[in-house]
Nanobody, 121 residues
Framework: QVQVTESGGGSVQAGGSLRLSCAAS??????????MGWYRQAPGKERELVAS???????DYGDSVKGRFTISRDNGKNQVYLQMNGLKPEDTAFYYC?????????????WGQGTQVTVSS
C-alpha cells in the first residue's frame, strides 16, 4: 500500500507564490512509482490536472497554469513539488497529490487527502 501526503497549502494574495510538497511512502520499495502529479478541484467543478511528471522527467501542465507553475520531483525520495507563482483567484481549489504505477497495461492511482489553496484578490 502507498500513502500519499501533501503539505504547503494556505492563503495568499493574488500575484503571490506558494510551494506544495508531496511524499509517497509505505510499500514504495516493492512498487515503482511511475509518475506523480497534482490535481485540483474547486467547488462545483470537476477535478482537473494541474501538473504531472514521470519518473523520466517528462512534464505535463494544465493550460491554465502553463508559465506560472513548475513541477519537480526527487525520484530517490518519491517526492514531488509544485512551485506556484503569479497566483490568481481562480487558482483557489483543493489540491490533491497523485502517485501512480503502471503494471501490465493498467494504471494504479494513489491519492493524498488534499490541501487547500486560497488566493484572494
Amino acid at each position: 500500500q502507498v500513502q500519499v501526503t501533501e503539505s504547503g497549502g494556505g492563503s495568499v494574495q493574488a500575484g503571490g507564490s506558494l510551494r506544495l510538497s508531496c511524499a509517497a511512502s509505505g510499500s514504495v520499495f516493492s512498487i515503482n512509482i511511475d509518475g506523480m502529479g497534482w490535481y485540483r478541484q474547486a467547488p462545483g467543478k470537476e477535478r482537473e490536472l494541474v501538473a504531472s511528471i514521470t519518473s523520466g522527467g517528462r512534464t505535463d501542465y494544465g493550460d491554465s497554469v502553463k508559465g506560472r507553475f513548475t513541477i519537480s520531483r526527487d525520484n530517490g525520495k518519491n517526492q514531488v513539488y509544485l512551485q506556484m507563482n503569479g497566483l490568481k483567484p481562480e487558482d483557489t481549489a483543493f489540491y490533491y497529490c497523485n502517485a501512480y504505477t503502471l503494471f501490465q497495461g493498467r494504471r494504479f492511482d494513489y491519492w493524498g487527502q488534499g490541501t487547500q489553496v486560497t488566493v484572494s484578490s
